[in-house]
């Protein structure tokens, strides 16, 4: 008996346990017998139970180097630290799926535990979509794509974990993107749920906002990540290549982004929800995509791999899922009428529109070029690959146009906007962004695209931080002091406040790429030692090289010094790795040093001995913007979810008790407001 | 009062729009004066970087730093020198490699061009779409009686009538920024009520 044999039995317990949750769920919803209902929640414990029984006993395979386990023996080697060991449990195709199906069951439980605050009626609907769903990854798990099958004979050692994949960025990079398609599910079973209850309420439509907000922060995370891990370990200077698997990750987000807006509208004004629900059903579809995409070999990527044959089951499962939910919707349809009307085009629900449809199309943009390659294979029998230059001029220019509505929105107001306070909001951000592309000229900026992006960045950022100090300046004039003020605003308002700490994070990170993208500079030169190199006011003097050898491993790094007007700023040791596992494939370790916002990124290409080195140096300006941006936004992300919960639960508690009471308090609140001003 | 506002409200307008006029000045000041004539290398870069160099992964000719990369840069700036247009050039290098393999930025004709107008005419018809519909919805009579009830404030209109349609809009602005600052802040809105 070995830790797989656990491993594969909890799999077909956790299998069993999942098709029981879905039927006992269904019936009990369908004859209303909540014992049913109650013993399907149960069910749902054990699955997750027998998940974390299964990935345990892979974890445990991993570390007791059980080599007979060919997964085991395919990922790792006796060689490897602890920590790349435990994480090449996702470095595979199995161990990939059989994460999947563990966070998807931790959520899920997750969900029963806390679903006394969802609408009870969709409670064993979500159930029985989750577990549906988990069904299909456990079959795949337990048939096809089985992380436990051993092999007659156990190898001495295995053969180790891709060298790109060793690398810190990899112990938390698949991990998060992962768990950010994953989390797309929740969000899909709520509308598989709304539609077959037909409760498509307020109740429902916060619910599902806070788990889509969830998703969408745990994909902006994975994102980000990503991002970061392939500008530190790829040794190209960039961080976003619009690789196929880049840009399958990013879509489902665009998709959630579109879907976090468009439910303000229906929050409001009861309108958009057919909309609304294809949003959701089109983010988990394109979150499945995204998985399979990666494993299926169908388009070919530099992120891939494992390949394998099971897209063919996945490709089935997508088509289910976009059958199934089109049927349910269409039976639907009736009851999806909108409430209200629309008034203006002008006002935010208009602003929220354009965002919309711009966010649809990059997703259908990005989507078009990823699936290209395809098209053109079935109608000119030859591939052609999309590269970067159709994606930025494709989607740049509603980037820019996205910005600018990002800007513009919060000015308006609900309904319809009056013009002239309109005007006077908009003069402020937009003299700023006047004087941003006056003063760019003269800082040498003489790019137009560029100077557009940043001014409108300018502009973007000057309407929100106006935006937050209007906020201060109304609760300063009733007796707050400024700093107390706007702690105040994110404090109550953190929905609110926090959308726009997610605007600020994305202006600074569209100032990142535009940055980036325009005032980029590349150089190689192959060097001796007192040699040196100039770019952009840096010189590099190479050194030598450095050779360490370890038992596992070989580092070649060259020393290099960096100075900036005649100043000494520091050493840097570029370098590659040569793992004993993968000789023929060195890694890099690529040196970055930040100055303020510019990053010196130096990468050593080539070397001869001791005594040359070719050296690639790319001075990246506002490549930290990139990083900040990105942070700022989850942060935001997490504002607008965290809070979001409790008050969720609170403002339940206080309608269920105070109804009568808020009823008639609201009115007096309003003429109060129009009073004063 | 009112003849105050309106002066304020013009006001506003018109340095909204001496803004804007500011920033197109800039723009295209920026777009007319950068200098038509590019350089040789940024010849070479434009071209190198809509090809894909055949032996890395994911990289284009102009960044990939293999030998082959480096030799096509070289023969790009043989071309470029021996006056030949950037088509010429990528027309040369896909008819020796295969233009699927080498070139990744879709050329402006033949099949090619669809990947182009796809994205662009599906966003065009996403704007006409959006339009029909928002047009739809204001006209629909049984859906909007309150649309239809309250006038059109007229952008620029200079009579009195819609002048004080436009005060009383803003007065509704004002009180609904208030009031959303206000909603479910009931320490807030007492300290409204307080002030009062």
């Known amino acids: 008996m070995y830790f797989s044999d656990l491993g594969i039995i909890a799999l077909i317990l956790a299998l069993g346990f999942a098709l029981y949750t879905v039927i006992a769920s269904i019936i009990g919803a369908m004859r209303s017998a909540p014992p049913l209902v109650a013993s399907a929640k149960r069910s749902l414990l054990a699955v997750t139970f027998f998940l974390l029984l299964a990935s345990g006993a892979l974890v445990v395979s991993f570390l007791t180097h059980d080599f007979g386990v060919n997964y085991v023996a395919e990922h790792s080697s006796s060689s490897m630290s602890w920590y790349f060991v435990t994480a090449a449990f996702y470095g595979g195709q199995e161990g990939s799926l059989l994460y999947w199906a563990f966070v998807l069951s931790l959520f899920s439980a997750l969900f029963v535990i806390t679903s006394k605050r969802a609408p009870a009626a969709l409670v064993p609907y979500v159930m029985a979509t989750l577990m549906g769903i988990e069904s299909f990854f456990l079959f795949m798990l337990a048939t096809l794509s089985n992380p436990f099958v051993r092999s007659a004979v156990a190898p001495k050692d295995g053969a180790g974990l891709n060298p790109l994949l060793m690398d810190p960025g990899m112990l938390v990079h698949p991990p998060m993107l992962l768990m950010g398609y994953m989390s797309f599910s929740l969000p899909f079973a709520f509308a598989v ?24 922060t745990l994909q902006t995370a994975g994102l980000l990540l990503g991002a970061w891990w392939a500008y530190h370990v790829l040794g190209w200077g960039g961080y976003w290549s619009w690789d196929p698997v880049e840009n399958a990750a990013l879509l489902p987000w665009l998709t959630a982004t579109a879907f976090l807006h468009s439910t303000m509208v229906q929050e409001r004004r009861g309108m958009l929800k057919v909309w609304n629900l294809s949003l959701v059903i089109a983010c988990f579809a394109l979150s499945i995509f995204g998985t399979f995409e990666v494993r299926s070999g169908l388009i070919s990527s530099v992120h891939s791999f494992a390949y394998s044959d099971i897209g063919a089951y996945f490709f089935g499962f997508l088509a289910v899922i976009i059958l199934f939910s089109s049927a349910l919707f269409f039976f639907r349809l009736p009851a999806l009428r909108a409430e209200q009307e629309f008034d203006s ?25 990823t699936l290209f ?45 009056s013009l002239s306070a309109l005007w006077r909001n908009i003069s402020v951000p937009a003299i700023l962004a006047a004087l941003c592309a006056l003063i760019l000229p003269l800082l040498g900026v003489t790019d137009v695209a560029a100077n557009i992006g940043f001014t409108v960045c300018t502009f973007t950022g000057g309407a929100i931080l106006y935006e937050i100090w209007r906020g201060a300046r109304v609760r300063h004039r009733h007796g707050e002091s400024y700093p107390k003020a706007v702690y105040m605003l994110f404090q109550r308002y953190r929905q609110r406040y926090g959308g726009y700490i997610v605007h600020l994070g994305l202006v600074f990170l569209v100032a990142g790429i535009i940055g980036s993208h325009y005032f980029q500079q590349q150089k190689d030169a192959t060097l001796k030692p007192g040699q040196d190199m100039s770019v952009a006011g840096y010189r590099f003097t190479y050194l030598g090289n450095i050779d360490e050898k370890a038992s596992d491993k070989e580092t070649i790094s060259s020393q290099v010094q960096v100075w900036r007007d005649g100043q000494l700023q520091g050493y840097l040791y570029p370098g590659r790795v040569i793992y004993a596992t993968y000789p023929d494939q060195p890694t890099s370790a690529i040196e970055i040093k930040t100055f303020v916002a510019t990053d010196v990124y130096v990468y050593l290409a080539d070397w001869q001995g001791a005594a040359q080195a070719t050296i690639r140096v790319f001075i990246n300006p506002l490549v930290p913007f990139v990083w900040w941006g990105g942070l700022l936004m989850i942060l935001g992300g997490i504002l607008c979810w965290w809070p979001a919960r409790r008050r969720l639960a609170s403002a339940v508690r206080t309608r269920e008790t105070k109804k009568p009471e808020s009823v008639v308090e609201k009115p007096a609140e309003v003429a109060d407001g129009g009073v004063i001003a | 009062m009112k003849a105050r506002n309106s002066l304020q409200q013009k006001r506003s307008l018109l340095l909204l729009l001496a803004t804007v006029a500011l920033i197109a000045a800039v723009w295209s000041w920026l777009f007319f004066a950068t200098p038509s004539q590019p350089s040789v290398d940024q010849r070479v870069h434009d071209i190198a970087s809509q090809l894909r160099c055949p032996v890395c992964q994911g990289e284009s000719v102009a960044d990939a730093p293999s030998g082959l990369a480096l030799q096509m840069r070289g023969i790009i700036r043989q071309q470029v020198l021996a006056g030949k247009s950037d088509s010429e050039i990528i027309q040369y290098f896909s008819s020796r490699y295969g233009e699927g393999n080498i070139v990744w930025v879709p050329q402006w004709q033949g099949f090619t061009l669809l990947a182009w107008l796809v994205p662009i005419g599906l966003l065009l018809a996403g704007f006409l779409f959006l339009f029909l519909v928002v047009r739809d919805w204001r006209k629909d009579p049984g859906l909007a009686p309150a649309g239809l009830a309250r006038p059109q404030p007229a952008a620029g209109g200079a009579n009195s009538a819609s002048l004080s349609e436009e005060d009383a809009e803003l007065e509704r602005y004002r009180a609904q920024l208030e009031q959303e600052l206000a909603s479910d802040d009931p320490l807030f809105s007492r300290s409204i009520k307080e002030a009062n």
Request: no cysteine.
């Open chain 1, 373 to 417: 390659p395809l098209i053109s294979a079935a109608f000119r029998g030859q591939t052609m690959t999309m590269g970067p230059p159709f994606y930025n001029q494709v989607i740049a220019p509603m980037i820019v146009l996205l910005v600018l509505a990002m800007g513009i929105g919060p000015l308006l107001a609900w309904r319809r906007t």
């Open chain 1, 193 to 216: 749920a709304a539609l077959i209850t037909g409760r498509l309420n307020a109740e429902w439509l916060r619910s599902i906002r806070r788990w889509m907000l969830a998703a969408w």
């Open chain 1, 345 to 369: 085009i002008v006002s935010r629900e208009g602003v929220f529109l354009l965002n919309n449809l711009l966010l649809i199309g990059i997703t259908f943009a990005t989507l078009w070029g």
